[in-house]
């Protein structure tokens, strides 16, 4: 099945500054690629995707870069505010058994420091 | 407009009792999902179904039970409640799958989950 991991698990970064969170997939044949903001007490909430037929997407402050060749994909955010504080998981599509769905990483705890 | 709403927002439950967490979506979704999140980790697939009367497991179904009678609900049961389910629950619901370049529609919506803690 797919194996992916994101790093770091936790980014503190001044207001107004721009973070970055990556992460790695295992399966080749994944072609979805979402993330996803998570508030505290909540359910995930899709933030930007992307597809694999696609090298980077932007919207607003917030961008995604694909590298297929490397099996990574990347997450950035600028101009960093408060409420940009939560967690945030990246995800590819589940291959094996059958299964769909998605393979999320572990979370990344995105701290905006005023 | 309600997308995906999952009930109990809270559980507590003894070592082998049973319970069933309640999901329903008003979006016409095809693909519904359950998933658990344990504490520093990503959200583990449980169950899916493509539609009603088809549901497949998904990364960890053991101690799980789900049925989709119709397209609005999807119901999952716990039978014999043991401290490892202790978790976050979150039921999610996309139009399409996820699967197929160039395909639309396959965003997943997430419930708010469901907070179960076995003792």
């Known amino acids: 099945g797919e194996n992916v991991e994101q790093h770091p698990s936790t980014l503190s970064v001044q207001e107004g500054d721009s973070a970055v969170i990556k992460c790695t997939y295992s399966d080749s044949a994944s072609n979805y690629f979402p993330w996803y903001k998570q508030e505290l007490g909540k359910g995930p909430q899709l933030i930007i995707d992307i597809r694999s037929n696609v090298g980077e997407k932007k919207d607003q402050r917030i961008a995604v870069t694909l590298n297929k060749t490397a099996k990574h994909f990347s997450l950035h955010i600028t101009e960093t505010q408060p409420e940009d504080s939560a967690v945030y998981f990246c995800a590819a599509t589940f291959r094996g058994g059958g299964a769909d769905g998605l393979t999320f990483g572990k979370g990344t705890h995105l701290i905006i420091q005023p | 407009n309600a997308g995906v709403t999952q009930t109990p927002k809270f559980r507590i439950l003894k070592i082998g009792q049973s319970m069933t967490l309640q999901c329903t979506q008003d979006?016409?979704?095809?693909?519904m999902y359950w998933y658990r999140q344990d504490p520093g980790m990503g959200l583990k697939l449980i169950y899916y179904?493509?539609?009603?009367?088809?549901?497949d497991k998904g990364e960890v179904p053991n101690g799980y039970n789900v049925s989709r009678s119709t397209t609005e609900d999807f119901p999952l049961r716990l039978e014999l409640a043991a401290p490892s389910q202790t978790s976050v629950y979150f039921c999610?619901?996309?139009?399409?799958?996820?699967?197929?370049?160039?395909?639309?529609?396959?965003?997943?919506?997430f419930g708010e989950g469901s907070w179960l803690t076995v003792v």
């Open positions: 979006m016409n979704h095809n693909y």
């Open positions: 179904s493509v539609g009603a009367g088809i549901t």
């Open positions: 999610a619901s996309s139009y399409l799958g996820t699967g197929g370049v160039g395909r639309s529609g396959n965003t997943i919506y």
